[in-house]
T-cell receptor, first 112, second 112 residues
């Protein structure tokens, strides 16, 4: 199936831990993104990578570090997790020109 | 202040009825406007995308309109079905690459 897939789907962890969320797309898109959707359902962009190069970094704490080993993967590593990091994190990808923007199904992170 | 405002925040309709969702935006310069449907626990899925020159676009029972002069868009759902229960998100793209502005969404509940 052609898609944006992210793992895990659910993640429950304690405060202070370090965790990673993985994202892969097999659509051949050039650009990948990480979004955070808070409890009010509002989607906010965190990072964007184009061909492994960081192009958007939206005032995200430096505890969040994206890693793009190749243009089909964009992983999100979070250090020293805090309660406020609890949210649903969406990965997305798009080809050049924005059409065909595709979201993954989300990772629900709960920090306890 | 968010650059994309949606109304109403939520609505409940009976199966088979029509409804219209509103989106006002201040994003400039404007590139395109998209409507997404997000089912509970899933990622957003694109319904329509309209550029500056397009006034209306349909996707099955979904019809989106755009007035780029007044910076308003609407999404009309015809003959609603139970499967239309979801959050509908208006997203506006700036002319610069990769920059999307998201509305907070309208939650639609269709009841039998």
């Amino acid at each position: 199936d052609t898609a944006v897939s992210q793992t895990p789907k659910y993640l429950v962890t304690q405060m202070g831990n370090d965790k990673s969320i993985k994202c892969e797309q097999n659509l051949g898109h050039d650009t990948m993104y990480w979004y955070k959707q808070d409890s009010k359902k509002f989607l906010k962009i965190m990072f964007s990578y184009n061909n492994k190069e960081l192009i958007i970094n939206e005032t995200v704490p430096n505890r969040f570090s994206p890693k793009s080993p190749d243009k089909a993967h964009l992983n999100l590593h979070i250090n020293s997790l805090e309660l406020g990091d609890s949210a649903v994190y969406f990965c997305a990808s798009s080809p050049r020109g924005e059409y065909g923007y595709t979201f993954g199904s989300g990772t629900r992170l709960t920090v306890v | 202040k968010n650059q994309v405002e949606q109304s109403p925040q939520s609505l409940i309709i009976l199966e088979g009825k029509n409804c219209t969702l509103q989106c006002n935006y201040t994003v400039s310069p404007f590139s395109n406007l998209r409507w997404y449907k997000q089912d509970t626990g899933r990622g957003p899925v694109s319904l329509t995308i309209m550029t500056f020159s397009e006034n209306t676009k349909s996707n099955g029972r979904y019809t989106a309109t755009l007035d780029a002069d007044t910076k308003q868009s609407s999404l009309h759902i015809t003959a609603s079905q139970l499967s239309d229960s979801a959050s509908y998100i208006c997203v506006v793209s700036e002319s610069s690459d990769y920059k999307l502005s998201f509305g907070a969404g309208t939650t639609v509940t269709v009841r039998a």
